[in-house]
C-alpha cells in the first residue's frame, strides 16, 4: 500500500522534528558541561589564598591574573550560562511538546488511512 504524499510530508516533518530534538538535547548538555566547570573554578578559587599567584588559560598561554578579577570573570560567566540553560530548556520543552503533537497528528491521518504505525515511525 502506498503512503499518501500527506503522510510523507507529515513523516518528513516529524523526522526534522526529531533532529532538531537531538541537537537541542546536544546544547543543553554541553552547556551542563561548561556550568559544572565553571563552578568547579569557582570552588577552587574560593580555596585560593588571597595573595597567590593565579593563571588562566589564553590560547596555548597561562596569564597570570589577578583572583579578584578572574572570581568576576568565571562569576559573569556563569550567570550568563545559567540564563541560556534556562533558554535552552523552554526550547526543549517547546520542542519536545510539538513533537508529541506531530506524533499523535501523524498516528491520527494514518489511522484515518488504513494505515498501522510501526515502530520505526
Known sequence: MEVPKN???QI?????????AQAVSMQKQNLD??????KKALEELQKVEEDSDVYKTAGNLL????KEDITKELEDQLETLELREKTIQRQE?????RLQEMQTSLQTAMEGSGLQ?????
Open 7 to 9: 503522510i510523507q510530508h
Open 12 to 20: 518528513a516533518q516529524f523526522q526534522q522534528m526529531q533532529q532538531q
Open 93 to 97: 520543552e517547546r520542542v519536545m511538546k
Open 33 to 38: 558541561l561548561q556550568v559544572r566547570e565553571t
Open 63 to 66: 596569564v597570570k591574573v589577578k
Open 117 to 121: 504505525p510501526g515502530p520505526g515511525n
